[in-house]
């Protein structure tokens, strides 16, 4: 897999959480927890997006 590949599918995995986020924070159900979760795992795909494109 070539880096520009890599990091476009790191884009895609990204947005994909950010619209899990948004859906997990208009539902009543989902707990302060799993948000958080999803959106400390949205700032690693992020940070390793970042990583990849500066080198």
């Known amino acids: 897999m ?3 590949s890599h990091v476009q599918e790191l884009r895609k995995k ?3 959480l ?3 986020v948004e859906i997990a924070q208009r539902s009543p ?3 302060d927890s799993q948000i958080a979760e999803l959106k400390k795992k ?3 795909i992020k940070e390793q997006i970042e990583r990849l494109q500066h080198h």
Do not use: D, T
Request: net charge positive; glycine share 6%.
């Open 18 to 20: 950010s619209e899990m």
């Open 42 to 44: 949205k700032l690693r």
């Open 2 to 4: 070539s880096l520009s």
């Open 29 to 31: 159900g989902s707990s």
């Open 14 to 16: 990204h947005q994909s």
